[in-house]
C-alpha cells in the first residue's frame, strides 16, 4: 500500500499511534536541544547608521549609548555615517536593510516626523517602513536674542514682535531643522509676524544673531551654551515644557505660551520586519543602559535629557510629532525641495 507523511499503512493502526505516542517526548527533546543551540542575538557587529555627518548634536548623543550598549550586547556597535538629503538618505539606507538587528538608525525628528511634510517625495514611508526600538533622548532648545534687544522675557519679546510686525528676524540652521520648526511654532502660537532666515547650520546663525542682524533664535542649548556663559547673548527662555537643569533659571517657553513644546527626540528604530524578540532585547539593553550615572551625566552635559520607552510608545509619539509638525509646516508654507 501507499505511504502518508511517515507512517506506512502496512502496520496495524494500534501499533503505528503506539510508534507516533513513543517517538514524541524524544522529538521534543530533540527540538529543545536544537533551539537551545541556536546562536542568541547578537553575534556579529551592528552598525547604526547615523544620517549626517560626524561631529554634530546627533553624532556626539549617539556615540553616549553606543559604547555601553555595546558592552551590553557584547559585540561593537559601529556608527555609520551617511548624511544627505535632510537625513532621510541614510534612513532609507535602513529602510531596505535585512530585517535582522544588524542595521538600526539613530533618528531624529526630520526623519519621521517632518521631512515627510517638508519634501514632495520621500523614499520610504515614514510611518511604516521602520520597527521603532526606543527613545534615546529628548532635546532642548534655548530662545536667545541678541543682547542689546530691549526685551528680558518671553512677553517682552511677544509685546515688542506685535508692536513692530516684520521687523523681527529669527535664525535657523537651515528649512526644517528643529531651529527652524520651533521659531514656526512661537510664531504661530504668540500669533507674531517675525521673519525667518535659514543658514547652513547653527555656525552661521550664531555669528549674526551676535552681530544684531538677526534678532532671535530657538536652538540647540549646548550650540548657544558658551554665548550664553560668556553674556553674549540673552537666553530667555527654554523650549521644553520642563526647566532644563544646565540652564536651571530659565523659565520654560510654555510659561508665557501653554503647552508650548519643541524638544527634539532622538531614537533608535530598525527596519520594518524586524522579529520582536530582537526589538524587546534591544529595548531592554537601551533602557538599561539610559539609567547609568555616567549616561546621564553626558546627556546633561548636552542639554539633553535621557528618556527610554517602549517600541509602542515611541510609535505613539512619532504619530503624535509628526501631525503637531504637519500643522506648523503647512501653515508656514515651508517646503525642503
Known amino acids: 500500500m501507499g505511504r502518508l507523511g511517515f507512517y506506512p499503512f502496512t502496520k496495524p493502526i494500534w501499533r503505528r499511534l503506539a510508534t507516533v505516542i513513543l517517538a514524541t517526548p524524544t522529538l521534543l527533546a530533540l527540538s529543545a536541544a ?21 561631529g554634530g548634536g546627533a553624532d556626539n548623543n549617539a556615540r553616549i549609548i553606543a559604547e555601553p550598549l555595546a558592552q551590553r550586547l557584547g559585540q561593537p556597535i559601529i ?52 520597527a521603532s526600538v526606543s527613545q534615546v533622548i529628548e532635546g532642548s532648545n534655548v530662545l536667545v536674542v ?41 510664531k504661530s502660537m ?30 540647540t542649548v549646548s550650540v548657544y551654551l558658551p554665548q550664553i556663559k560668556a553674556n553674549n547673548v540673552k537666553a530667555l527662555a527654554i523650549s521644553t515644557l520642563e526647566r ?49 550615572p555616567a549616561v546621564h551625566e553626558q546627556f546633561a552635559q548636552n542639554g539633553a535629557t535621557e528618556k527610554g520607552s517602549s517600541p509602542e510608545a515611541m510609535d505613539v509619539l512619532i504619530r503624535s510629532e509628526s501631525a503637531k509638525w504637519k500643522k506648523i509646516i503647512d501653515q508656514s508654507r515651508a517646503t525642503a525641495n
Do not use: C, W
Open 146 to 186: 541678541n543682547k542689546n534687544l530691549p526685551v528680558n522675557s518671553v512677553a517682552e519679546l511677544i509685546a515688542l514682535a506685535k508692536a513692530q510686525p516684520g521687523t523681527i528676524n529669527f535664525a535657523s540652521s537651515g528649512i526644517g531643522s528643529s531651529s527652524h520648526l520651533a521659531g514656526e511654532l512661537f
Open 190 to 219: 504668540a500669533g507674531i509676524d517675525i521673519v525667518h532666515v535659514p543658514y547652513k547650520g547653527s555656525g552661521a546663525a550664531i555669528t549674526e544673531v551676535l552681530g544684531g542682524s538677526i534678532q532671535m533664535t530657538i536652538d
Open 34 to 54: 536544537a533551539l537551545a543551540q541556536q546562536p542568541s542575538y547578537p553575534t556579529k557587529p551592528i552598525r547604526l547608521v547615523l544620517p549626517f555627518a560626524a
Open 244 to 292: 532644563n537643569p544646565i540652564l536651571p533659571d530659565l523659565p520654560p517657553i510654555a510659561d508665557t505660551l501653554p503647552s508650548f513644546s519643541a524638544a527634539p527626540v532622538n531614537y533608535i528604530t530598525a527596519p520594518a520586519g524586524t522579529p520582536r524578540p530582537i526589538i524587546d532585547r534591544l529595548n531592554r539593553e537601551i533602557n538599561i543602559v539610559l539609567k547609568l
Open 79 to 130: 556608527i555609520d555615517y551617511k548624511p544627505g538629503a535632510g537625513g532621510t538618505l541614510g534612513a532609507n539606507i535602513v529602510a531596505n536593510a535585512a530585517p535582522d538587528g544588524y542595521t538600526l538608525l539613530y533618528a531624529t525628528p526630520g526623519q519621521q516626523m517632518t521631512n515627510p511634510h517638508l519634501m514632495d517625495k520621500m523614499p520610504y514611508d515614514a510611518l511604516n517602513s521602520f
